[in-house]
């Protein structure tokens, strides 16, 4: 596998993801905000955003699969939240809980999650984006 991932003793150990990722692959894959579309452009899970995170974690996975590789090889998430709130997080983690099930994998790469006034379309509620690392 092209990526470890870690929690360093010295930092906080966050459950739901790990503080660092080393690799060792040599093909780097750069996936663009994947926003709560299905393959068609139609929005799915408008309003909700446990639907919505589930839907961009899966058009991840769908562009991970393109370019042959898998959750696994993901590095690095950055997470865009519309009004985001700290009450909204049990909802975020339903939606990667639901994604993580149907992928059979548990994506736990680091992750920088940003609060942001709006998105593409008002019914978009998150977008995420990832890098990824294949051997």
Sequence with gaps: MAITLLNPSGLPEVP???????????KLVFIAGQVA??????TVGEGDLAA????????IGTALAAAGGSFDDV????????DWTPDKMPLLLEGVT?????LGTTPVPPATLLGVAALDIPEHL?????TAVLG
């Design 16 to 26: 739901v993801y790990r503080q660092v990722s080393i690799t060792s692959g040599s």
């Design 52 to 59: 919505q995170v589930e839907q961009c974690y899966l058009n």
């Design 98 to 102: 639901r994604a993580a099930d149907r």
């Design 37 to 42: 579309c299905d393959a068609e452009g139609t």
């Design 75 to 82: 590095a690095k998430l950055t997470v865009y939240v519309v």
């Design 126 to 130: 998150v977008e995420i984006e990832a």
